[in-house]
């Protein structure tokens, strides 16, 4: 059964949800509009409105509304979760407000799976509770989407682990009180069992940051989100190993999917603002005599984005509520990977059409398309490239093809009609007969 109906308490939920986002958190993205911003506690004024906001969250009984309830949330699933998801989407701040930002979301997900009782109680129960951050410190400056490239290693000294090498774009490792980190203990296995994961805390000995990486136009004397690391004889305990030794690439596997279903959820809420933020523009600014919404392009570029943000939509409910059945993980996979191209790809054609018939503004730093434009750039890379996910779609599409015989394709027409023709015992001169 298909049902898209939603209950109605569930629905006064949402409105609180919309009605909130609307009048404080969007307020947050205006006073502290950099990408890094929410992670950022150095910002004493909006560490205070967080915590408050935060607050309010957890009164209502929205906070991590991603997680089950063994996790401490409200166990709505994912289909459910998406609703909350798209809303928040519409702000950078919304998931630290609302306990579900990457990439702690993901790392919690690890932990609860693959976390002993002593990690989950020094890292999962704080982590969870929005008292620290985390970090994922996987892609290498040598080595991105094929995770074969990377060479920073881990090896056994008695009862610790040393690890040394380089790691970038480990998002908010910088405002983290821990790393989880990606590195090679098994160099002579299968490339795919050469890795490990550990946990790292932040302020051990040898964690050296290079540089603190922001994105596109933020100044490099500002923070950036993103840092280059160098981990340089960094010594961690045995049991600092977070997971099975060589099944690193299992569990960061197991991270990403939720993590990429999350960030589509997100890019609906984006793309539906930048949808309003051209309806509105379309009834209000004036060109030759008339608004804009009586062009006809500028008609069109709203229904071509209204029409592609519903299919998308569509797409991650459907992916969604994959995620929420047991015993569906191969269609969840394949449909995960339509999802992530989909979401840079409908991002990319809205945000930048809306941006377009903002004119001068639309390209002026005082509109904030810049930022929704980034988010573009970072749905296509980040968690892997789009190319990496098509080559996944087109292989489980090209799995079931048969290879046909002979010169010719079943569809061809003279083919396909002398075998249907032989199957009903007819020729070319009997099978227009009129009686
Ligand atoms: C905003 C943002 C946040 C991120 N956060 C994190 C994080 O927290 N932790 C972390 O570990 N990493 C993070 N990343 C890194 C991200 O996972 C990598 O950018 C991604 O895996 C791609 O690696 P790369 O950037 O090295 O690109 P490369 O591997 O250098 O690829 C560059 C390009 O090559 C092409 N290409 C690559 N492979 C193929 C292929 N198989 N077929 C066809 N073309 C291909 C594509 O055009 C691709 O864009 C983040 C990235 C961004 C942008």
Redesign the pocket.
Known sequence: MIDFELEDEFRKKLDWVRTFVDEKVEKLDVLWPSPASPHDKSLVEARKILASLQREVKDRGLWAAHLDRELGGPGYGQVKYLHIAEILGRTNWGSVVFGCQ??DSGNSEILARYGTQEQKERYLAPLLDGEIYS??????PE????PRYFTCSAEKDGDEYVINGE??????ANYSEFLIV?AVTDPDADPYERASMFIVPTATPGVEFVRETG?FTESHDERGG?PYIRYDNVRVPASAMLGPRGRGFEVAQSRLGGGRIHHAMRTIGLCQKAIDMMADRAVSRKTSGVLIKEKQSVQFDIADSQIALHQFRLMVLHCAWLADQAGRERELRAAISMIKVASADVAEKIIWRAMHMHGSLGVSNEMPFAHML?MT??L?????????H??SVARRVLRNATPHEGFFPPQHLPTARAIALEEFGLTEETVNRRG
């Open positions: 990457a990439p970090a994922f410190s996987m892609t290498e080595g991105g989407s094929d790691k970038w774009f480990s998002s908010h990606m994105v993103h980034f750039g970072m296509g890379l980040a968690d892997g490239p789009t190319e990496v098509k080559v």
